[in-house]
């Protein structure tokens, strides 16, 4: 028979593959370990060896996924809401040590990705309900494009090898911290990005972006206001640089209900990374 055993050193849980073996002399079992597995939360399946899948192993990896997946939730949830009370008091300081603090402890992708994201989406859902002012969004946004050029700046000295990237925003839309989340992630997966947010004139985006030659376009909206540009932009770069693929995304995109953007096109908001793993099993 096959198990996990658990056992807690320094306060913290590190799993074993055990398997229990009956010895006839002796006429007993005993236990050997077949395999160390690591740590309890970063367990999986395809470490443990075919033979040894037993039920019991499979059920124990399951309940642990969940229980570790709830733990970084919560984690990342206590990190965004540090990160965004540091930026609406304008501390770039403290704002960069919990982005550092979330890269550490929950690796580079959903530091970006669950954290800097759901702390922006705090401040904006403040504004909207009336809770700060215009100037303390504005504030908190700027503290938090500062420290992501910073973290974005470390990175663009690693080889690119993968495809070229255009980001931007309609016409009309200043918001484009979303960008240089997006940047960041490209630029920590390889890909050589071209950021030229915010706004642009659509045939000075077109042209750029046209002769560049961007194997794929996000176009990233938070106003709703600015619907009607993104639309035109997107219709644009189909026509005139029909190789490129085109993603949209961002608070606003969300209020879009007539279908005006190409099916597949529309990144939700929760759907960021799977977007990006999509983008390079395409490339």
Not at 10 to 26: H, M
Not at 66 to 95: H, M, P, T
Not at 221 to 250: D, Q, S
Request: glycine letters at 8%; one cysteine or more.
């Amino acid at each position: 028979m096959t198990f996990i055993r658990v056992k807690t050193i320094r306060g913290r849980d590190y799993a074993y593959l055990v398997e229990s073996r009956w010895d006839p002399a002796r006429k007993t079992s005993h236990q050997g370990v077949v395999k160390y597995l690591g740590s309890v939360e970063g367990v999986r399946l395809e470490d443990v060896p075919a033979e040894h899948r037993s039920a019991g192993v499979e059920a124990f990896i399951l309940q642990h996924s969940k229980d570790a997946e709830a733990r970084r939730e919560r984690v990342a949830s206590g990190l965004a809401d540090r990160l965004s009370r540091a930026l609406l008091g304008g501390d770039r300081k403290a704002a960069a040590a919990v982005v550092r603090e979330a890269v550490a402890s929950l690796g580079f992708e959903p530091a970006y990705a669950d954290v800097v994201r759901a702390a922006m989406y705090r401040v904006g859902d403040l504004w909207k309900a009336g809770e700060i002012s215009v100037s303390r969004e504005h504030l908190a946004s700027n503290v938090m494009g500062q420290v992501l050029d910073e973290l974005n700046a470390g990175i663009r000295a690693r080889p690119r090898t993968r495809g070229a990237v255009a980001l931007c925003t309609p016409m009309g839309e200043q918001h484009n911290l979303a960008t240089k989340v997006l940047e960041g992630l490209l630029a920590n997966r390889g890909h050589r990005t071209f950021n030229i947010s915010a706004s642009a004139p659509t045939d000075a985006i077109v042209d750029f972006i046209a002769g560049r030659r961007a194997d794929t376009v996000f176009v990233s909206l938070t106003i709703p206001e600015y619907l009607p540009n993104a639309k035109r932009l997107v219709k644009a770069l189909r026509e005139k640089a029909p190789k490129a693929r085109v993603l949209v995304g961002g608070q606003a995109v969300r209020e879009d209900t007539d279908g005006a953007f190409p099916p597949g096109s529309v990144v939700p908001p929760d759907r960021t990374l799977a977007a990006l793993d999509a983008l390079e099993k395409s490339g």
